[in-house]
């Protein structure tokens, strides 16, 4: 079925580290990409999205690209700041016919001063 | 723009009791509301979509009898948990679009804990 991988975490970087965060789909169609945000004890805030192949979402600093080839929407950002520690949740919609979304299961960053 | 709110945010109750959490759109017209529930340091997990005057769809695996969703207007869906467990304490979010198929714009969560 349809489902969403990202990488565990929790992710531990310093202040100005570059960020990646993997998130691989398996999707029948053409789902669209969203990642969201979860400060703590929040709820999900959209951090960007893309809609088809080739698409790059981008958003304070955050971006990822939408690859049909290898089914992927990676979470990058150049230099990561302490104010970004949080949730990140990949996800996919649009797929088998319904409009639900579907979620990985999180990835916790940590961004030390 | 886009704004959902919940009511509560955090709930205590005692266990066998019901309670009733609120998910309204601020500043838009919802057709479709959805329900997810989060457990400690896991992903969400959906249990009901919900479009505005029709019954709820109920996901695999959730009680239509024990979270009773109404979708009366399109400003305001409700999501009660009846005769409340401990093992019902979890975090509950809604979201809502427009239209189906829209974006999803979420709430900000309520906190339910039963003892």
């Known amino acids: 079925g349809d489902s969403v991988t990202q990488m565990e975490g929790p992710v531990t970087l310093s202040e100005e580290a570059f960020l990646t965060i993997n998130c691989t789909y398996t999707?029948?169609?053409?789902?669209?990409l969203f990642w969201y945000v979860q400060y703590p004890g929040e709820g999900l805030q959209l951090l960007l999205k893309a809609t088809k192949a080739d698409d790059k979402g981008s958003n304070k600093g955050f971006e990822a690209t939408y690859r049909k080839e290898t089914t992927s929407f990676h979470l990058e950002k150049g230099s990561v700041q302490v104010s970004d520690s949080a949730v990140y949740f990949c996800?996919?919609?649009?797929?088998?016919?319904?409009?639900?979304?579907?979620f990985g299961t999180g990835t916790r960053l940590k961004v030390l001063a | 723009g886009a704004v959902v709110s919940q009511h509560p945010s955090r709930v205590i109750c005692k266990s066998g009791t019901s309670v009733k959490i609120e998910c309204r759109s601020l500043d838009f017209q919802a057709t479709t509301m959805f329900w997810y529930r989060q457990f400690p340091k896991k992903s969400l997990m959906l249990m009901a979509t919900?479009?505005?005057?029709?019954?709820?769809?109920?996901e695999q695996g959730v009680e239509k009898d024990k979270f009773l969703i109404n979708h009366a207007s399109l400003t305001l869906s409700t999501l009660t948990v009846t005769s409340a467990h401990p093992e019902d304490s979890s975090f509950y979010i809604c979201?809502?679009?427009?239209?189906?198929?829209?974006?999803?714009?979420f709430g900000p969560g309520t906190r339910l804990t039963v003892t």
């Open positions: 979201s809502a679009s427009e239209y189906p198929g829209y974006e999803q714009y």
């Open positions: 919900s479009n505005e005057g029709s019954k709820a769809t109920y």
């Open positions: 999707a029948t169609g053409y789902p669209s």
């Open positions: 996800a996919l919609s649009g797929v088998s016919g319904t409009y639900k979304y579907i």
